[in-house]
Every structure is written in C-alpha cells, then in structure tokens.
C-alpha cells in the first residue's frame, strides 16, 4: 500500500491508531482533517515517530455538509493520489436527553448518518475519477440491531451501515474498495465513565483488525469475529427480551 491517508476525524482515538499501523509498514504522507487543526501537534507528533514522511493538518467540520467537496477536492489537488480514506468522525450523544429534546436527537443523527453520506458521497465521487483507493468506514454493532438502550445512536448507525453497503456495491468494479469495520463497545475516550459491554476491545485491537483486513481485501469485518455468529443468534431474540438489553 502507498499514497497519502486522510482521516477524516483527524483525533478519532481508532483512526490515529490505523493511521499509525500504515505508516510503520512504509513512508506515507498523511492528512489530519478536523476542527481546531491548528490544535493537532500531539497527533502529528505520534504519526511522525511512527514514520509518516509528511503530516498536513486541514480544518473539517463534518457537520458543514455543504462544505465537504471543496475540502475534499482541495485535500486530494494539494496531497493526492489519495490511497486510503477514513471515515472515522462520530458522537455518541446522550439517549436520555436525545428522548425528550428533539433537537439534540437531530444532531446526533446528522453527525453520525447524514454528514457521514455526505462525505462518503464525495469520497467516493473522487477516487471513482482518479481509478482506485480505499475507503474505510466505521459502523457498529450498535446498528445491527437497534436496542432500546442506545436507540438514536444506534438508529444512526444503522443507517450508516446500510448505506455503506451498498455503497461498496456500487463501487464494485471501479478500482475503489470499501472496507466497513462493525466494533463492538470500544474501551476509549468516547466511552469513558461506561461500564464495558460483554466482548468489549480497544481502539488497538480495532486497529490491528482494520489494517489486517484492508491488507487482505475484505469488504467487511467485525471486532472482535465472535460477535458476527453472536449477532446471528441475537436478531432471533423476542423483542420482549430484546427490548431490555443493555447499551
């Protein structure tokens, strides 16, 4: 693999550490999107010890849908080819308070589904024209079946996950590939102050499963593997019983 990687989401806690991994297999140039970019020197000094050859900072707001072509098309004229593209920004939000304010329901929908189609519109739109690259997006379990529990995140991701799906369909044959990574409740900074799920992995171990998995090829994996033959058995539940399964 070369080229330059752009993670959208440039202090995503798993996207810095995929970003580490490719960089350490050989020299890339990196491209950290974000808010506040000017404020990414910690992330810019770990990819450099990892061995990134160059790292450029770009100011993104994913929930500046508008904006997302421009930025994306001047990313890929200043530091393309692009090779890898990671989509990895996100919230999680507050289900209780997403249950009585609209408003809060609607942001967290609009970051985690609507801007991620958004940028994945036009991701996609621009390794079509230059005739290759990678696309990884970061779904969840979350949105293999909707719990009660965490119903307006999950709702959004799974959204998120069908629309990637078939979004890898339709780039099937373009020399664009599309790798969506399904992780189970992840011990991080998003998740601090949670008592961990059952099967519960690190952003390391998302990590070291996505860059395997983009290495082989795949169209898709699940983080940790037991939870594909477990969710097979889930969807079965009864609702009564589904309904009252934890976040």
Not at 3 to 14: A, D, P, Y
Not at 106 to 114: G, K, M, R
Not at 156 to 179: E, P, T
Request: charged share 25%; hydrophobic share 50%.
């Amino acid at each position: 693999m070369s080229g330059t990687v752009l993670l959208l989401g440039g202090r995503s806690e798993i996207g810095l550490a995929v970003v580490e991994r490719l960089v350490r297999a050989g020299p890339r140039d990196v491209v950290l999107a974000a808010r506040r970019g000017a404020d990414l020197d910690g992330e810019e000094r770990r990819l450099r010890a990892a061995g990134a050859t160059r790292v450029h900072r770009v100011e993104f707001d994913a929930d500046d849908v508008a904006a997302h072509g421009r930025v994306l098309a001047e990313i890929q004229a200043r530091h393309g080819p692009l090779d890898v593209v990671l989509v990895a920004f996100g919230v999680l939000g507050d289900q209780a308070r997403a249950e009585v304010d609209a408003a809060h329901a609607l942001a967290v929908v609009h970051t985690d589904y609507v801007a991620q189609v958004g940028v994945l519109t036009e991701v996609a739109n621009l390794l079509r024209a230059q005739g290759d690259g990678r696309i990884v997006v970061f779904s969840s379990i979350a949105g293999v079946r909707v719990r009660r529990a965490n119903y307006v995140y999950g709702s959004a991701k799974a959204g998120l996950d069908g629309f990637a799906s078939g979004l890898a369909d339709a780039l099937h044959g373009s020399g664009v590939r599309l790798l969506l990574v399904r992780p189970g409740f992840v011990v991080g900074r998003m998740t601090r102050g949670m008592s961990p799920a059952p099967f519960a992995s690190t952003p390391d171990q998302v990590a070291d499963a996505t860059v395997a998995a983009l290495r082989r090829g795949r169209g898709e994996v699940w983080v940790p593997r037991v939870l594909r033959p477990l969710f097979a058995v889930l969807r079965l539940l009864p609702r009564a019983i589904w309904r009252r399964m934890p976040r």
